[in-house]
T-cell receptor, first 110, second 110 residues
Framework: GMPVEQNPPALSLYEGADSGLRCNFS?????VQWFQQNHRGRLITLFY???GTKENGRLKSTFNSKERYSTLHIKDAQLEDSGTYFC????????????FGKGTHLHVLP | DMKVTQMPRYLIKRMGENVLLECGQD?????MYWYRQDPGLGLQLIYI???????SEGDIPKGYRVSRKKREHFSLILDSAKTNQTSVYFC?????????FGPGTRLTVL
């Protein structure tokens, strides 16, 4: 299967709702990053995790290397949260190798 | 204001022509990246640069080369552009975990 599988491919939420996105990995990864790409195509780094959980405002991300997954939770969704969310996992013991998921298209509805 | 810039923003070239994409950052970051993004996909790493004249191939380096003669500039060169190199190209820089992305260059090769 794909080294990085991202689910769901698309998601619609009403403002104020909570939701979670997930990435599953086919092998053990060293770290994971989560990015948001807005409707203008701009990319923003949300989180970098080598392990554990990080929170930033309404966003929280967890990375479990042993269980081979990472999650991104969005609390109290706002219209500006709409966009595409990518996870990217770092593999490779020596050379830097990063593998992106195909993204989750999030649409927050008023 | 921390910024990554890319020039040009849009470019149309014919097959076989040379292409030069420029990236600049004002944060004195050591590490810089070139990615491409194709429809429905996440980013794919083309090259990574750890500092001046310290460049490594990413996942899809074939058909590309890079140049980093100053820490703040990282160039991507296509010596003989091919139609399958039509894509959106993103440059990023990092010092530590967080990557800062440029606005992207949309390249069309006819």
């Amino acid at each position: 299967g794909m080294p990085v599988e991202q689910n769901p491919p698309a998601l619609s939420l009403y403002e104020g709702a909570d939701s979670g996105l997930r990435c599953n990995f086919s092998t053990t990864m060293k770290s994971v990053q989560w990015f948001q790409q807005n409707h203008r195509g701009r990319l923003i780094t949300l989180f970098y995790l080598a392990q554990g959980t990080k929170e930033n405002g309404r966003l929280k991300s967890t990375f479990n290397s042993k269980e081979r997954y990472s999650t991104l939770h969005i609390k109290d969704a706002q219209l500006e949260d709409s966009g595409t969310y990518f996870c990217a996992a770092e593999a490779g013991a020596n050379a830097y190798k990063v593998i992106f998921g195909k993204g989750t298209h999030l649409h927050v509805l008023p | 204001d921390m910024k990554v810039t890319q020039m040009p923003r849009y470019l149309i070239k014919r097959m076989g022509e040379n292409v030069l994409l420029e990236c600049g950052q004002d944060m004195s970051h050591e590490t810089m990246y070139w990615y491409r993004q194709d429809p429905g996909l996440g980013l794919q790493l083309i090259y990574i640069s750890y500092d001046v004249d310290s460049n490594s191939e990413g996942d899809i380096p074939k058909g590309y080369r890079v140049s980093r003669k100053k820490r703040e500039h990282f160039s991507l060169i296509l010596d003989s552009a091919k139609t399958n190199q039509t894509s959106v190209y993103f440059c990023a820089s990092s010092q530590g975990d967080e990557q800062y992305f440029g606005p992207g260059t949309r390249l069309t090769v006819l």
